[in-house]
């Protein structure tokens, strides 16, 4: 019943100006009048007002932190672990984020806004904010992983009922991996080193699911009662405890993949659990219920809160620990796919073509393997890329460089030993010089040098580079 009203008619407004109009305050954000001719400013969420009074400026954190998205400010956060200072990312536009993850080899971030129906990046400073993938109409994408170890980023979509890849290298090469017996399909993480993905299905029959990264060898994690809302997963690599949150039945529970064992490490009523992300050894959790971020142990506990509760309606989050990212080797460095390189197992990967028009000068085929039994041996499936199909093999090309070293050592032997002067130290400055050592993340091919832009060494290669006489550089990886 209703007990009382309220109405509003601009033209019974009366006329005057106040200390905020538009044409006579300089606050940035926010301008909050003291008096009729006075006014102070202040800064929003993550911001802090500068010495000049009117300037407001977000300090970006450089390590141990968790990155969450707020749809209601429409604003991405950046909350310090240990002392729970808040930053805003400052970003141009605004956005109603939903899922997000982070590339810790490159600082970027990407989350969906199923508004705008777009996949963003930027990274963490705010810099080259970009429209990383446009999405179909009436796309709902929940959740976004990224598998920066092969470069690849995985998202689901509940309206299509699918789980597509893309590759970070080039985001015009993406492919429907599973587009069967999907029905609410949420959140979804990966397992770089097994080839595996990860997600969770709150339709008519809520589980965990689980396949290899082109879509194969799917099978249920675990299957949760009936009306059950699995929201976020994360998942412990190193003890191979997978978590998960119900919304629904207000939980937070792991089960270990290798064992099957569960355990229920919270529960809470009227809580609405949605995003989860690890870091160390701790959970961070968002619930719509709270303005603040919780944070549990691996091993249960009490929640915790970390930083003010100060903001709105909070999704998802990611987090970044310098000491929590794995410099494993990837499988698809080797790799000769065309289009898409997706790891199976701990050893083997699959190509596989992207779902888009194909470029003629750059057709795909998918193959399982070539015709050269020194590849074979790595027990890699490879495709026919024509880049890499020269009609030799590995012990080939070995061969030939074996007779052409010998030839050049004989003839300098015979034939310019006496005309070069021992008492000079000769120097290759010149173009064909290379460099013996270099860090391997994932150079851009279309430099002359990789770009690194973490710094994260990977110590699990060995890498020599030698000029061969076809004008490019064979590349030597021996695994750890």
């Given at each position: 019943m209703a007990s009382d009203i309220v109405t509003f008619d601009i033209h019974n407004q009366p006329e005057f100006k106040g200390a905020c109009d538009d044409d006579t305050n300089f606050c940035e954000h926010l301008c909050i009048p003291t008096a009729?001719?006075?006014?102070?400013?202040?800064?929003?969420?993550?911001?802090?007002?500068?010495?000049?009074?009117?300037?407001?400026?977000?300090?970006?954190?450089t390590d141990n932190y968790v990155v969450t998205v707020d749809s209601y400010q429409k604003q991405i956060y950046q909350i310090q672990i240990g002392t729970g200072d808040v930053s805003a990312i400052p970003l141009v536009n605004f956005y109603k984020g939903v899922a997000i993850d982070i590339n810790p080899f490159t600082n970027t971030l990407y989350w969906s806004d199923n508004m705008a129906n777009v996949i963003m990046k930027a990274q963490v400073d705010g810099f080259q904010e970009e429209v990383f993938k446009r999405l179909p109409n009436e796309s709902i994408s929940d959740g976004i992983a990224v598998d920066y170890i092969n470069q690849l980023l995985f998202y689901t979509c509940t309206f299509d009922k699918v789980i597509v890849v893309v590759s970070l290298k080039n985001k015009d090469i993406y492919k429907t991996i599973v587009n069967e017996s999907l029905d609410q399909p949420r959140d979804i993480i990966v397992h770089p080193e097994r080839g595996v993905i990860y997600w969770t299905d709150w339709g008519k029959e809520p589980k965990i699911e689980r396949a290899t990264m082109d879509g194969g060898n799917r099978s249920i994690i675990m299957s949760?009662?009936?009306?059950?809302?699995?929201?976020?997963?994360?998942?412990?690599?190193?003890?191979?405890?997978?978590?998960?949150?119900?919304?629904?039945?207000?939980?937070?529970?792991?089960i270990n993949i290798d064992t099957g064992v569960k355990k229920i490490l919270y529960s809470e009523p009227r809580a609405h659990f949605f995003g989860m992300t690890l870091v160390g050894d701790n959970l961070y959790i968002t619930d719509w219920f709270r303005k603040h971020i919780s944070r549990l142990s691996v091993d249960g506990g009490e929640l915790e809160q970390v930083g003010p509760s100060t903001f709105s309606k909070l999704n998802g989050i990611t987090g970044y620990k310098k000491t929590d990212i794995r410099t494993v080797f990837s499988k698809c460095l080797q790799s000769t796919c065309s289009h898409l390189c997706l790891p199976v197992s701990g050893k083997d990967y699959k190509c596989a073509c992207s779902d888009g028009d194909q470029n003629p000068l750059y057709p795909c085929r998918e193959v399982d393997d070539i015709d050269n039994q020194a590849i074979k041996v790595l027990s890699?499936?490879?495709?026919?890329?024509?880049?890499?199909?020269?009609?030799?093999?590995?012990?080939?090309?070995?061969?030939?460089?074996?007779?052409?070293?010998?030839?050049?050592?004989?003839?300098?032997?015979?034939?310019?030993?006496?005309?070069?002067?021992?008492?000079?130290?000769?120097?290759?400055?010149?173009?064909?010089?290379?460099?013996?050592?270099?860090?391997?993340?994932?150079?851009?091919?279309?430099?002359?040098?990789?770009?690194?832009?973490?710094?994260?060494?990977?110590?699990?290669?060995?890498?020599?580079?030698?000029?061969v006489t076809l004008g490019g550089n064979i590349v030597k990886y021996n695994p750890m």
């Open positions: 009729n001719t006075t006014y102070i400013c202040k800064c929003g969420v993550g911001y802090t007002l500068e010495e000049n009074m009117r300037t407001c400026t977000s300090s970006v954190k949760l009662e009936q009306n059950s809302w699995p929201n976020a997963l994360a998942l412990d690599v190193k003890s191979m405890n997978l978590f998960w949150v119900d919304a629904k039945h207000e939980v937070i529970g792991r890699h499936k490879r495709d026919g890329s024509p880049a890499l199909t020269i009609g030799l093999s590995v012990l080939g090309v070995v061969a030939v460089l074996v007779i052409v070293v010998a030839a050049v050592y004989i003839y300098n032997k015979k034939f310019r030993g006496a005309n070069i002067a021992h008492d000079r130290l000769v120097e290759d400055t010149g173009a064909s010089r290379v460099d013996t050592y270099y860090k391997i993340t994932f150079p851009d091919p279309v430099r002359d040098e990789p770009n690194f832009d973490s710094g994260i060494e990977n110590p699990s290669f060995e890498c020599s580079v030698e000029d």
